[in-house]
T-cell receptor, first 109, second 113 residues
Framework: NAGVTQTPKFQVLKTGQSMTLQCAQDMNHNSMYWYRQDPGMGLRLIYYSASEGTTDKGEVPNGYNVSRLNKREFSLRLESAAPSQTSVYFC????????FGPGTRLTVL | QQQVKQSPQSLIVQKGGISIINCAYENTAFDYFPWYQQFPGKGPALLIAIRPDVSEKKEGRFTISFNKSAKQFSLHIMDSQPGDSATYFCAASREGNFNKFYFGSGTKLNVKP
């Protein structure tokens, strides 16, 4: 039982490049989330998926897209990375409590 | 509008002391209030949670105090240890078919040996 897994752990991009952050959970949770964490800003919700087949914008969705591939997997895509997207990204899943993945540290140069 | 406000931003406590972190919320529909603990390089992990039908919940050295009328809740860490040094987040949500969580901005706790 791995919980919530995220890949990659670290990534460096150049401005304008694209990439997809992968997330998977093995707890059979319906809801999944993507957050970004910046110093002094706490956890800000980017997108969420209340259930398989649905996605909705969170607090800071601009510059991101998501795909709920199936019940297990929820990916986050940056189409054209910008330095302002340098952050640590966390995926989470929940039924009641939220369980977080280990995070992806992304740097955009 | 920030739904959950957390203070202080950072806290230094001597070993054996009491660490207190405070949070305030706006939405009276919130009915689930968890605290998360995050160590450097790790994701947040649930520490303790409370529902508004009780005023206090204790698990080991960790206690949540809840004041429904004031819309405030706090985390108390008794006999603080260096291993408690981490960032703590409060959160609030409304139980239902889907739980959207609103997080505080975090408190970085440093327990001095």
């Amino acid at each position: 039982n791995a919980g919530v897994t995220q890949t990659p752990k670290f990534q460096v991009l150049k401005t304008g490049q694209s990439m997809t952050l992968q997330c998977a959970q093995d707890m059979n949770h319906n809801s999944m989330y993507w957050y970004r964490q910046d110093p002094g800003m706490g956890l800000r919700l980017i997108y969420y998926s209340a259930s398989e087949g649905t996605t909705d914008k969170g607090e800071v969705p601009n510059g991101y897209n998501v795909s709920r591939l199936n019940k297990r997997e929820f990916s986050l895509r940056l189409e054209s990375a910008a330095p302002s997207q340098t952050s640590v990204y966390f995926c989470a899943s929940s039924e009641l409590e939220q369980f977080f993945g280990p995070g992806t540290r992304l740097t955009v140069l | 509008q920030q739904q959950v406000k957390q203070s202080p931003q950072s806290l230094i406590v001597q070993k054996g002391g009491i660490s207190i972190i405070n949070c305030a919320y706006e939405n009276t529909a919130f009915d689930y209030f968890p605290w998360y603990q995050q160590f450097p390089g790790k994701g947040p992990a649930l520490l303790i949670a409370i529902r508004p039908d009780v005023s206090e919940k204790k698990e080991g050295r960790f206690t949540i105090s809840f004041n429904k009328s004031a819309k405030q809740f706090s985390l108390h860490i008794m006999d603080s240890q260096p291993g408690d040094s981490a960032t703590y987040f409060c959160a609030a949500s409304r139980e239902g078919n889907f739980n959207k969580f609103y997080f505080g901005s975090g408190t970085k706790l440093n327990v001095k040996p």
